[in-house]
């Protein structure tokens, strides 16, 4: 069965960096296109990045272009989102998912397995 596990959430000032790392176990991760979503209090969940399955081809959220980094690494089975520039408007629970495809994706709809999400919270 495919589990995905979140990691590197935390609470950083506004300006800063964070790292999260997607760990994924079982399937065939290095043919499945990965992506990124967040959920803020209050809202509905969002798309934030996508990667296809070689990593050749990524694509962000205008609210985080320039600002965020999606990568993978097909030999180590994970996923990263490298986050510069903080905004307290990044605060969120943030959502690694994989699909059963190569192609990535920017619908939630299209993706096959969720991890649990872990928090970022950016303050002022």
């Known amino acids: 069965q495919v589990q995905l596990r979140e990691s590197g959430g935390g609470l950083v000032q506004a300006g800063g960096s964070l790292r999260l790392s997607c760990a994924v176990t079982?399937?065939?991760?290095?043919?499945?296109?990965m992506g990124w979503f967040r959920q803020a209090p209050g809202r509905e969940r969002e798309f934030v990045a996508t990667?296809?399955?070689?990593?050749?081809?990524?694509n962000y959220a205008d609210s985080v272009k320039g600002r965020f980094t999606i990568s993978r690494d097909n030999a180590k089975n994970t996923m990263s989102l490298q986050m510069n520039s903080l905004k307290p408007e990044d605060t969120a629970v943030y959502y690694c998912?994989?699909?059963?495809?190569?192609?990535?994706?920017?619908?939630?709809?299209?993706?096959?397995?969720w991890g649990q999400g872990t928090q970022v919270t950016v303050s002022s």
């Open positions: 998912a994989a699909r059963r495809s190569f192609p990535s994706s920017m619908s939630e709809r299209n993706y096959d397995y």
């Open positions: 079982a399937g065939t991760f290095s043919t499945s296109a």
């Open positions: 990667i296809n399955w070689s990593g050749e081809f990524t």
